[in-house]
């Protein structure tokens, strides 16, 4: 069974850019979350979303935003890019939305310049 | 405001002891916490889980120890193995949504 697919795995952009990732789930997990981690930081939750539906959102600016397709694969997009958003952002799939261990990919290593 | 706290960055073992990892929190409508384990270049894999109604869950050399009254939740690995070294994280969760909070990681180092 595939593991949770990430692309691109790196990505470079300069601050005021916007900069779209992607994730495929583990096929049949229905949700689908996204984590930013810093250096020296634990994940930081971003949002998840079940059933193209988003039920729970981070703390983050509205420049974060996100959606779910119909086959559960998610984007994720950041908007008018800042240097501190600099990060390896996460995806993570689980079959149902509660209580579930999360399937995490490789992530996405994003650098603004 | 970090729920969710790991205060020891890094701990040192030898082959075969213990290896004990710390974990506090501060919110007490926390119910169900998770330990992860990751390696450079990958994404964490899980560990091990364990809901507020016990106080403990094994899984072969892995076993979580949650202590409600103070907060505070542990990993135990017996006997240590040089693969184990990587990053543990410990996350929680309120009211059985996937949101989960994580810890900044204790960089586990088995030496052999």
Same mark, same amino acid.
């Given at each position: ?15 005021? /850019? &916007?900069?779209? #990732? ?18 020296? /930081?634990? #994940? &930081? ?6 059933? !193209? ?11 974060? @935003? ?7 694969? @998610? ?20 079959? *149902? ?17 | ?9 890094? #701990?040192? +073992? ?17 119910? %169900? ?5 990751? %390696?450079?270049? !990958? ?20 076993? +979580? ?15 240590? &193995?040089?693969?184990?070294? *990587?990053?543990?994280?410990?996350? *929680?969760?309120?009211?059985? =949504?996937?949101?989960?909070? =994580?810890? @900044?990681?204790?960089?586990?180092? +088995?030496?052999?």
């Amino acid at each position: 069974k595939a593991g949770v697919t990430q692309t691109p795995r790196y990505l470079i952009k300069t601050r005021g /850019q &916007q900069v779209t #990732l992607s994730c495929s789930p583990i096929s049949g997990h229905r949700s689908v979350s996204w984590y930013q981690q810093t250096p020296g /930081q634990g #994940l &930081q939750f971003l949002f998840e979303y079940f059933s !193209e539906t988003q039920r729970n959102k981070g703390n983050f600016p509205g420049r974060f @935003s996100g959606r779910q397709f119909s086959n559960s694969r @998610s984007e994720m997009n950041v908007s008018t890019l800042e240097l501190g958003d600099s990060a390896l952002y996460l995806c993570a799939s689980s079959v *149902a939305p509660t209580n579930e261990k999360l399937f995490f990919g490789s992530g996405t290593q994003l650098s603004v310049l | 405001d970090q729920q969710v706290k790991q205060n020891s960055p890094s #701990l040192s +073992v030898q082959e075969g002891r213990i290896s004990i990892l710390n974990c506090d929190y501060t919110n007490s409508m926390f119910d %169900y916490f998770l330990w992860y384990k990751k %390696y450079p270049a !990958e994404g964490p894999t899980f560990l091990i889980s364990i809901s507020s109604i016990k106080d403990k869950n094994e899984d072969g050399r892995f076993t +979580v120890f949650l202590n409600k009254s103070a907060k505070h939740l542990s990993l135990h690995i017996v006997p240590s &193995q040089p693969g184990d070294s *990587a990053v543990y994280f410990c996350a *929680a969760s309120v009211g059985g =949504f996937n949101k989960f909070y =994580f810890g @900044s990681g204790t960089k586990l180092n +088995v030496k052999p």
